[in-house]
């Protein structure tokens, strides 16, 4: 069975552009929720979906948006760069709604805002 | 709110056994969780255990839990250097998503 994948594995941007982060969960898992880590806030919450509908969300502003589809596959989007914006960005699945389930991870897509 | 803490690094000798700690605060948590980081992946699952148990072991890995201190710790015996991660410790139950620490590195040194 595929585990979590995630693209691109590496990104460079630069202020003010945009960037789209892709995510295919594990066969079967209809929740996906995403994750911004960086060394000095460690791993903070962005959003969760569940069934195409954002269930959860973190506190990050509204540059910060996501989307699910019929096939459970996600994407993030990050509009207008800002430097603060570099980090790790990580995926993970899981069969239902994520609350008390087991979070399957993806190995991230790390982004460079220069 | 919720919150999650750990220490930020450990170093242990090969061979020798580990014991990460970790403190929460939220008593409804029914999931408890360690998940590792290795570098340049993501997180994977290590173990959970329920909150109503007090342990739980799994070969190498022992999770013990005091729930009345909210105090959680993952013990692994015979550290190895492919042990050498991140380890984050998460807490999560019912229809809210897991708050995970800022993770403890381990250094597994010869």
């Known amino acids: 069975k595929a585990g979590v994948t995630q693209t691109p594995r590496y990104l460079i941007k630069t202020r003010g552009q945009q960037v789209t982060l892709s995510c295919s969960p594990i066969?079967?898992?209809?929740?996906v929720s995403w994750y911004q880590q960086t060394p000095g806030q460690g791993l903070q919450f962005l959003f969760e979906?569940?069934?195409?509908?954002?269930?959860n969300k973190g506190n990050f502003p509204g540059r910060f948006s996501g989307r699910q589809f019929s096939n459970s596959r996600s994407e993030m989007n990050v509009s207008t760069l800002e430097l603060g914006d570099s980090a790790l960005y990580l995926c993970?699945?899981?069969?239902?709604?994520?609350?008390?389930?087991?979070?399957?991870f993806g190995s991230g897509t790390q982004l460079s805002v220069l | 709110g919720e919150d999650v803490e750990q220490s930020l690094f450990l170093s242990v000798r090969e061979g020798d056994s580990s014991v990460i700690n970790c403190t929460y605060t939220?008593?409804?948590?029914?999931?408890l969780y360690w998940y590792k980081q290795e570098p340049g992946a993501g997180l994977q699952l290590l173990t959970y255990?329920?909150?109503?148990?007090d342990m739980k072991q799994d070969q190498r890995l022992t999770v013990l839990l005091n729930k009345k201190d909210k105090h959680l710790s993952l013990r692994i015996a015979d550290t190895q250097t492919g042990d050498s991660a991140i380890y984050f410790c998460?807490?999560?139950?019912?229809?809210?998503?897991?708050?995970f620490g800022r993770g403890t590195s381990l250094i597994v040194h010869p």
């Open positions: 993970a699945s899981s069969r239902d709604s994520g609350g008390g389930e087991k979070l399957f």
């Open positions: 066969s079967g898992h209809r929740s």
């Open positions: 979906y569940f069934s195409e509908t954002q269930r």
């Open positions: 939220d008593s409804s948590s029914t999931y």
């Open positions: 255990i329920f909150s109503n148990m």
């Open positions: 998460a807490e999560g139950g019912g229809s809210y998503i897991p708050t």
